[in-house]
């Protein structure tokens, strides 16, 4: 059973979009949800987290919406760029977890120059 | 800081071979965990640590055995490899106290079970 559901798998923008990447999940406990950026051959690295207390949070150009009632989440990247080209995971994880973070499957992003 | 460091960068094994996985951080950090990734799937956590001498399982441990002797190091032991364990096996560790600490994952390492 997948608690965290990612969408999509693979996203193609020109230099400049806004690629979209959404999230779902299941379980009301969640208290935290963070982003993932993975560069080819690297280890994921943490970009932007949120927290169910605000609806939006940005951090230059990355921008995390979060709707509680609908148990959504997503990543929104202005101005992208090609060197935004990689692969970005959502997470979610809750206090009475042991800190264990829930990855969503994962979205493979190419932003063409 | 070097930050979480593994060993090695790539290995191959045959069906049913052991072999250990080295993970260290430099951080002082009490938490501590193994992710495998596979294409499609995201990363699911094996085995993780709050602490020096404190294990518990994640999602998908069969097949994997951890300890935690010192707060720096935290080994990945396959004891009978399977193709199944192919995969690329990251390591991660992070301060305790807040449910939303960073998590900081080392380079990983490339496991193809022949």
């Known amino acids: 059973q997948q608690q965290v559901k990612q969408s999509p798998q693979s996203l193609i923008v020109q230099k400049g979009g806004i690629p979209i990447i959404n999230c779902a999940y299941e379980?009301?406990?969640?208290?935290?949800f963070p982003w993932y950026q993975q560069f080819p051959g690297k280890g994921p690295a943490l970009l932007i987290a949120?927290?169910?207390?605000?609806s939006e949070k940005k951090e230059g150009r990355f921008t995390i919406s979060f709707n509680k009632s609908a148990k959504q989440f997503s990543l929104h990247i202005m101005d992208s760029q090609p060197g935004d080209s990689a692969t970005y995971f959502c997470?979610?994880?809750?206090?009475?977890?042991?800190?264990?973070?829930?990855f969503g499957s994962g979205t493979r992003l190419l932003v063409r120059p | 800081n070097a930050g979480v460091t593994q060993t090695p960068k790539f290995q191959v094994l045959k069906t049913g071979q052991s072999m250990t996985l080295q993970c260290a951080q430099d951080?002082?950090?009490?938490?501590m965990s193994w992710y495998r990734q596979d294409p499609g799937m995201g990363l699911r956590l094996i085995h993780y640590?709050?602490?020096?001498?404190?294990?518990d399982q994640g999602e998908v441990p069969n097949g994997y055995n951890v300890s935690r002797s010192t707060t720096e190091d935290f080994p990945l032991r396959l004891l009978s490899a399977a193709p199944s364990q192919t995969s690329v096996y990251f390591c991660?560790?992070?301060?305790?106290?807040?449910?939303?600490?960073?998590?900081?994952f080392g380079p990983g390492t490339r496991l193809l079970v022949l």
């Open positions: 991660a560790s992070s301060p305790m106290g807040l449910t939303w600490e960073t998590q900081y």
């Open positions: 997470a979610a994880s809750s206090e009475d977890s042991s800190y264990k973070l829930i």
């Open positions: 949120i927290r169910p207390d605000v």
């Open positions: 951080m002082n950090h009490e938490y």
């Open positions: 379980n009301t406990a969640f208290d935290y």
């Open positions: 640590s709050v602490g020096a001498g404190i294990t």
